[in-house]
Protein backbone atom coordinates (compact mmCIF):
# COMPACT_ATOMS: atom_id res chain seq x y z
CA UNK A 1 0.00 0.00 0.00
CA UNK A 2 1.17 3.16 -0.90
CA UNK A 3 -0.33 6.84 -0.41
CA UNK A 4 0.08 8.18 -3.74
CA UNK A 5 -3.45 8.22 -4.48
CA UNK A 6 -4.14 10.37 -1.78
CA UNK A 7 -5.29 13.63 -2.73
CA UNK A 8 -4.22 17.29 -1.00
CA UNK A 9 -6.90 19.79 -1.79
CA UNK A 10 -8.49 22.45 0.36
CA UNK A 11 -10.96 19.63 1.72
CA UNK A 12 -8.55 17.68 3.48
CA UNK A 13 -8.36 17.41 7.19
CA UNK A 14 -4.59 19.10 7.28
CA UNK A 15 -3.70 22.45 7.95
CA UNK A 16 -5.71 25.57 5.47
CA UNK A 17 -3.24 27.91 7.65
CA UNK A 18 -5.68 30.83 7.73
CA UNK A 19 -4.60 34.09 8.13
CA UNK A 20 -6.39 35.81 10.83
CA UNK A 21 -9.51 33.81 11.34
CA UNK A 22 -11.11 30.73 10.95
CA UNK A 23 -14.82 30.55 9.20
CA UNK A 24 -17.21 27.84 9.84
CA UNK A 25 -16.93 26.05 6.65
CA UNK A 26 -12.86 26.13 7.74
CA UNK A 27 -13.73 25.31 10.68
CA UNK A 28 -15.52 21.65 9.65
CA UNK A 29 -12.82 20.66 7.53
CA UNK A 30 -10.03 21.23 10.73
CA UNK A 31 -12.56 19.41 13.37
CA UNK A 32 -10.73 15.98 12.74
CA UNK A 33 -7.06 18.02 13.35
CA UNK A 34 -9.18 19.69 16.04
CA UNK A 35 -10.28 16.35 18.19
CA UNK A 36 -6.72 14.65 17.58
CA UNK A 37 -4.92 17.56 18.81
CA UNK A 38 -2.77 17.19 15.43
CA UNK A 39 -3.15 21.32 13.87
CA UNK A 40 -0.38 23.21 14.52
CA UNK A 41 -0.34 26.05 17.76
CA UNK A 42 -1.39 28.78 15.25
CA UNK A 43 -4.08 27.29 13.51
CA UNK A 44 -5.25 25.77 16.99
CA UNK A 45 -5.71 29.12 18.48
CA UNK A 46 -7.73 30.06 15.53
CA UNK A 47 -9.77 27.06 15.81
CA UNK A 48 -10.62 27.73 19.50
CA UNK A 49 -11.35 31.68 19.26
CA UNK A 50 -13.86 30.58 16.78
CA UNK A 51 -15.67 28.43 19.09
CA UNK A 52 -15.82 30.95 22.06
CA UNK A 53 -17.82 33.08 19.52
CA UNK A 54 -20.10 30.17 17.61
CA UNK A 55 -22.33 28.35 18.99
CA UNK A 56 -23.28 26.69 15.55
CA UNK A 57 -19.93 25.22 15.25
CA UNK A 58 -19.53 24.15 18.71
CA UNK A 59 -22.50 21.98 18.07
CA UNK A 60 -20.99 20.38 15.15
CA UNK A 61 -17.72 19.66 17.08
CA UNK A 62 -20.05 18.23 19.76
CA UNK A 63 -21.63 16.26 16.92
CA UNK A 64 -18.56 14.71 15.93
CA UNK A 65 -17.70 13.79 19.50
CA UNK A 66 -20.73 12.01 19.84
CA UNK A 67 -20.09 10.38 16.57
CA UNK A 68 -16.62 9.33 17.30
CA UNK A 69 -18.10 7.98 20.73
CA UNK A 70 -20.86 5.77 19.33
CA UNK A 71 -18.10 4.33 16.54
CA UNK A 72 -16.01 3.24 20.00
CA UNK A 73 -19.51 1.69 21.41
CA UNK A 74 -19.42 -0.49 18.16
CA UNK A 75 -18.82 -3.53 18.51
CA UNK A 76 -15.20 -4.96 17.77
CA UNK A 77 -14.30 -7.97 15.50
CA UNK A 78 -14.18 -10.98 17.40
CA UNK A 79 -11.25 -13.49 16.61
CA UNK A 80 -12.71 -16.66 15.22
CA UNK A 81 -11.10 -19.93 15.56
CA UNK A 82 -7.87 -20.45 13.55
CA UNK A 83 -7.87 -21.96 10.54
CA UNK A 84 -7.47 -25.52 10.44
CA UNK A 85 -4.68 -25.39 7.71
CA UNK A 86 -2.33 -23.24 9.70
CA UNK A 87 -3.24 -25.21 12.76
CA UNK A 88 -2.02 -28.47 10.76
CA UNK A 89 0.93 -26.74 10.02
CA UNK A 90 2.01 -25.94 13.32
CA UNK A 91 1.48 -29.85 14.15
CA UNK A 92 3.83 -30.43 11.42
CA UNK A 93 6.18 -28.54 12.79
CA UNK A 94 6.25 -29.94 16.05
CA UNK A 95 6.69 -33.08 14.28
CA UNK A 96 9.43 -32.16 12.46
CA UNK A 97 11.09 -30.72 15.76
CA UNK A 98 9.72 -33.72 17.86
CA UNK B 1 7.56 0.65 15.76
CA UNK B 2 10.55 -0.90 17.42
CA UNK B 3 11.60 -4.36 15.52
CA UNK B 4 11.55 -6.31 18.85
CA UNK B 5 7.69 -5.81 19.58
CA UNK B 6 4.68 -6.86 18.32
CA UNK B 7 1.86 -4.41 18.78
CA UNK B 8 -1.48 -5.58 17.22
CA UNK B 9 -3.86 -4.38 19.79
CA UNK B 10 -3.71 -1.46 22.16
CA UNK B 11 -1.75 -1.86 24.75
CA UNK B 12 0.04 -5.08 24.30
CA UNK B 13 3.30 -5.88 23.49
CA UNK B 14 4.70 -8.95 23.52
CA UNK B 15 8.55 -9.61 22.53
CA UNK B 16 9.18 -11.04 18.67
CA UNK B 17 12.04 -13.04 19.59
CA UNK B 18 9.98 -15.18 22.02
CA UNK B 19 7.24 -15.15 19.69
CA UNK B 20 9.12 -16.14 16.37
CA UNK B 21 10.72 -19.14 18.25
CA UNK B 22 7.75 -20.24 20.09
CA UNK B 23 6.27 -20.41 16.44
CA UNK B 24 9.36 -21.90 14.89
CA UNK B 25 8.27 -25.06 17.58
CA UNK B 26 4.50 -25.32 16.67
CA UNK B 27 3.74 -24.01 20.20
CA UNK B 28 -0.27 -23.63 19.54
CA UNK B 29 -0.94 -21.20 22.34
CA UNK B 30 1.45 -18.37 21.20
CA UNK B 31 -0.46 -18.63 17.75
CA UNK B 32 -3.28 -18.78 18.98
CA UNK B 33 -2.61 -15.63 21.43
CA UNK B 34 -1.03 -14.18 18.15
CA UNK B 35 -3.79 -15.02 15.63
CA UNK B 36 -6.19 -13.80 17.81
CA UNK B 37 -4.84 -10.19 19.12
CA UNK B 38 -4.10 -9.80 14.99
CA UNK B 39 -7.37 -10.95 13.47
CA UNK B 40 -9.28 -8.04 14.03
CA UNK B 41 -6.87 -5.50 11.94
CA UNK B 42 -6.17 -8.19 9.34
CA UNK B 43 -9.68 -8.68 8.69
CA UNK B 44 -10.06 -5.33 7.95
CA UNK B 45 -7.36 -4.51 6.18
CA UNK B 46 -8.11 -7.56 3.95
CA UNK B 47 -11.51 -6.27 3.42
CA UNK B 48 -10.06 -3.26 2.08
CA UNK B 49 -8.84 -5.30 -0.57
CA UNK B 50 -11.58 -7.93 -1.13
CA UNK B 51 -15.10 -7.92 -3.10
CA UNK B 52 -16.46 -9.46 -0.02
CA UNK B 53 -16.53 -10.84 3.51
CA UNK B 54 -15.56 -14.37 2.46
CA UNK B 55 -12.54 -13.69 -0.01
CA UNK B 56 -11.25 -11.41 2.94
CA UNK B 57 -12.03 -14.49 5.37
CA UNK B 58 -9.94 -16.60 2.56
CA UNK B 59 -6.91 -13.95 2.64
CA UNK B 60 -6.47 -13.50 6.35
CA UNK B 61 -6.66 -17.41 6.53
CA UNK B 62 -3.86 -17.78 3.38
CA UNK B 63 -1.92 -15.72 5.56
CA UNK B 64 -1.78 -17.34 8.51
CA UNK B 65 -0.62 -20.59 6.78
CA UNK B 66 2.52 -18.67 5.33
CA UNK B 67 3.38 -16.93 8.11
CA UNK B 68 3.34 -20.81 9.38
CA UNK B 69 5.18 -22.03 6.90
CA UNK B 70 7.54 -19.54 6.31
CA UNK B 71 8.31 -18.10 10.13
CA UNK B 72 12.07 -19.53 9.24
CA UNK B 73 12.16 -17.11 6.69
CA UNK B 74 11.34 -14.42 9.13
CA UNK B 75 14.72 -12.19 9.71
CA UNK B 76 13.67 -10.49 12.65
CA UNK B 77 14.78 -7.25 10.77
CA UNK B 78 11.46 -5.38 10.49
CA UNK B 79 8.65 -6.08 13.56
CA UNK B 80 7.14 -9.27 13.42
CA UNK B 81 3.80 -7.83 12.95
CA UNK B 82 5.24 -5.53 10.17
CA UNK B 83 6.11 -8.71 8.57
CA UNK B 84 2.93 -10.57 8.89
CA UNK B 85 0.63 -7.25 7.10
CA UNK B 86 3.48 -7.47 4.40
CA UNK B 87 2.56 -10.84 3.81
CA UNK B 88 -1.46 -10.27 4.09
CA UNK B 89 -0.80 -6.91 1.97
CA UNK B 90 0.76 -9.55 -0.65
CA UNK B 91 -1.87 -11.92 -0.40
CA UNK B 92 -4.68 -9.18 -0.64
CA UNK B 93 -2.86 -8.04 -3.88
CA UNK B 94 -3.06 -11.28 -5.70
CA UNK B 95 -6.56 -11.92 -5.25
CA UNK B 96 -7.37 -8.85 -6.37
CA UNK B 97 -5.26 -8.88 -9.68
CA UNK B 98 -7.00 -11.76 -10.24
CA UNK B 99 -10.64 -10.28 -9.01
CA UNK B 100 -9.24 -7.38 -11.42
CA UNK B 101 -10.27 -5.15 -8.68
CA UNK B 102 -8.29 -2.05 -8.11
CA UNK B 103 -6.09 -2.10 -4.72
CA UNK B 104 -7.57 0.60 -2.37
CA UNK B 105 -4.29 2.60 -1.97
CA UNK B 106 -3.36 2.71 -5.45
CA UNK B 107 -5.83 4.85 -6.76
CA UNK B 108 -7.92 7.67 -6.13
CA UNK B 109 -12.05 6.39 -5.73
CA UNK B 110 -14.51 8.59 -7.26
CA UNK B 111 -16.29 10.62 -4.74
CA UNK B 112 -13.43 10.93 -3.01
CA UNK B 113 -11.46 13.73 -4.63
CA UNK B 114 -12.35 17.63 -2.40
CA UNK B 115 -15.16 15.61 -1.05
CA UNK B 116 -16.61 18.65 1.55
CA UNK B 117 -17.51 17.63 4.98
CA UNK B 118 -20.11 19.93 4.82
CA UNK B 119 -22.41 20.28 1.54
CA UNK B 120 -21.15 24.02 0.66
CA UNK B 121 -24.66 24.89 0.41
CA UNK B 122 -25.05 25.11 3.91
CA UNK B 123 -22.64 28.35 4.50
CA UNK B 124 -23.34 31.72 3.23
CA UNK B 125 -21.84 32.92 -0.42
CA UNK B 126 -18.99 35.36 -1.54
CA UNK B 127 -21.63 37.98 -1.71
CA UNK B 128 -23.79 37.18 1.46
CA UNK B 129 -22.99 39.49 4.73
CA UNK B 130 -20.37 36.60 6.76
CA UNK B 131 -18.96 34.58 3.56
CA UNK B 132 -17.85 31.06 4.59
CA UNK B 133 -20.01 31.48 7.81
CA UNK B 134 -23.22 28.94 8.38
CA UNK B 135 -26.35 29.68 6.43
CA UNK B 136 -27.92 26.77 7.73
CA UNK B 137 -26.31 25.71 10.71
CA UNK B 138 -26.36 22.51 12.28
CA UNK B 139 -29.44 21.45 15.14
CA UNK B 140 -28.53 20.33 18.51
CA UNK B 141 -29.43 16.48 18.68
CA UNK B 142 -31.99 16.52 21.30
CA UNK B 143 -31.18 13.90 24.18
CA UNK B 144 -28.36 12.38 22.46
CA UNK B 145 -26.50 10.37 24.55
CA UNK B 146 -29.93 7.93 25.12
CA UNK B 147 -30.93 8.02 21.25
CA UNK B 148 -27.17 7.45 20.04
CA UNK B 149 -27.35 4.34 22.48
CA UNK B 150 -30.40 2.87 20.46
CA UNK B 151 -29.81 -0.59 18.84
CA UNK B 152 -31.33 1.20 15.56
CA UNK B 153 -29.13 4.57 15.79
CA UNK B 154 -26.18 1.86 16.22
CA UNK B 155 -27.32 -0.26 13.37
CA UNK B 156 -27.96 2.71 11.36
CA UNK B 157 -23.94 3.88 12.17
CA UNK B 158 -22.62 0.17 11.36
CA UNK B 159 -24.68 0.18 7.87
CA UNK B 160 -23.07 3.79 7.19
CA UNK B 161 -19.57 2.48 8.13
CA UNK B 162 -19.79 -0.92 5.84
CA UNK B 163 -21.14 1.72 3.20
CA UNK B 164 -18.19 4.21 3.32
CA UNK B 165 -15.43 3.87 0.56
CA UNK B 166 -12.70 1.34 1.33
CA UNK B 167 -9.90 3.29 2.52
CA UNK B 168 -12.58 5.12 4.90
CA UNK B 169 -13.74 2.39 5.84
CA UNK B 170 -10.49 1.31 7.05
CA UNK B 171 -9.43 3.94 8.81
CA UNK B 172 -12.65 4.86 10.86
CA UNK B 173 -12.81 0.89 11.61
CA UNK B 174 -9.37 0.89 12.58
CA UNK B 175 -9.14 3.79 14.70
CA UNK B 176 -12.69 4.36 15.84
CA UNK B 177 -14.08 0.73 16.11
CA UNK B 178 -11.17 -1.02 17.26
CA UNK B 179 -9.06 2.11 19.15
CA UNK B 180 -5.58 1.57 17.30
CA UNK B 181 -3.92 4.51 17.61
CA UNK B 182 -3.00 6.53 14.52
CA UNK B 183 0.93 5.42 15.06
CA UNK B 184 0.07 2.29 14.37
CA UNK B 185 -2.06 2.49 11.45
CA UNK B 186 -0.01 4.35 9.75
CA UNK B 187 3.25 2.19 10.66
CA UNK B 188 1.02 -1.12 9.13
CA UNK B 189 -0.49 0.31 6.14
CA UNK B 190 2.54 2.78 4.99
CA UNK B 191 -0.01 6.06 5.34
CA UNK B 192 1.12 8.98 6.23
CA UNK B 193 -0.28 10.96 9.62
CA UNK B 194 -2.09 13.58 7.39
CA UNK B 195 -3.10 10.91 4.52
CA UNK B 196 -4.33 9.36 7.93
CA UNK B 197 -6.07 12.20 8.97
CA UNK B 198 -7.86 13.15 5.19
CA UNK B 199 -9.48 9.54 5.11
CA UNK B 200 -10.19 9.52 8.84
CA UNK B 201 -12.00 13.18 8.64
CA UNK B 202 -13.66 12.44 5.63
CA UNK B 203 -15.08 8.85 7.03
CA UNK B 204 -15.87 10.55 10.14
CA UNK B 205 -18.07 13.66 8.35
CA UNK B 206 -19.76 11.19 6.51
CA UNK B 207 -20.94 9.55 9.18
CA UNK B 208 -21.70 12.50 11.26
CA UNK B 209 -23.99 13.67 8.45
CA UNK B 210 -25.64 10.23 8.09
CA UNK B 211 -26.32 10.71 12.04
CA UNK B 212 -27.67 13.76 11.78
CA UNK B 213 -30.05 12.79 9.23
CA UNK B 214 -31.40 10.03 11.10
CA UNK B 215 -31.46 11.97 14.67
CA UNK B 216 -33.36 14.87 13.03
CA UNK B 217 -36.00 12.34 11.16
CA UNK B 218 -36.89 10.19 14.20
CA UNK B 219 -38.55 11.45 17.41
CA UNK B 220 -36.40 12.68 20.17
Same mark, same amino acid.
Given at each position: ????????????????????? %????????? %???????????? #???? %???? /???????? #???????? #??? #????????????P??????? /????????? | ?????????? $???V?????? *??? +? *? $??????????? &???????????????????????????????????????? +?????????S??????????? &????????????????A??????????? !??????????T??????????R???????????? *????????? &??I?????V?? !????????????????????? !??????? &?????????G???
Open positions: MHESGLPHDGHSAGEIDPSDE %VTCQQLVEL %VTGYVEGALQPR #TMNH %VEEH /LVVCDFCV #TYVEQMRA #TIA #TLQGLEKHGSPEPASALAA /LQARRAAGA | MPADSSVVSP $GTVSDEKTV *AAL +R *A $GDERTFRELFS &RSYPMMKRVARAYAVSDAVAEEIVQETWVAVVTGIDRFEG +RSALTTWIFILTNQAKTHSA &REKRAVPFSCVAPGEVEPAVNPDRFQK !HDDAWPGHWAPPRPWQKPERLLSLEARDRLKA *ALAGLPDRQ &RLVGLRDEG !HSSEEVCDLLGLSQENQRVLL !HRGRSRL &RAILDEYLESDA
